[in-house]
């Protein structure tokens, strides 16, 4: 089984700053792209940011500037930190990982999602 958990939400104020961390466990050969995505109350999720294995990155437009994907191979981790946060940025923030696992000798990849951490920017 594939876990990915979630760490470092919470409440703050429109200018601060939080770093989310998702770290993947259990029984994976290896992690391809990796990376956050939102959702806000009454809006459909949208991708925040992804990382490649190889440290390629992609953000949305309403973040560049301000939010910095990073991950760690060694620690099947990935990190998002978020600098001058808006009340906009308020949602559920969700790690997603596309990797591969094999059961017995078969490799098998897929999308695997976290269970999601509130970031709440109050104004």
């Known amino acids: 089984q594939v876990q990915l958990v979630e760490s470092g939400g919470g409440l703050v104020q429109a200018g601060g700053s939080l770093r989310l961390s998702c770290a993947a466990s259990?029984?994976?050969?290896?992690?391809?792209?990796m990376g956050w995505y939102r959702q806000a109350p009454g809006k459909q999720r949208e991708l925040v940011a992804t990382?490649?294995?190889?440290?390629?990155?992609n953000y949305a437009d309403s973040v560049k500037g301000r939010f910095t994907i990073s991950r760690d191979n060694a620690k099947n981790t990935v990190y998002l930190q978020m600098n001058s946060l808006k009340p906009e940025d308020t949602a559920v923030y969700y790690c997603?990982?596309?990797?591969?696992?094999?059961?017995?000798?078969?490799?098998?990849?897929?999308?695997?999602w976290g269970q999601g951490t509130q970031v709440s920017v109050s104004s």
């Open positions: 259990g029984s994976i050969f290896s992690i391809n792209a």
């Open positions: 997603n990982a596309d990797l591969t696992i094999l059961v017995v000798i078969t490799p098998y990849r897929s999308d695997y």
């Open positions: 990382i490649t294995r190889g440290g390629s990155t």
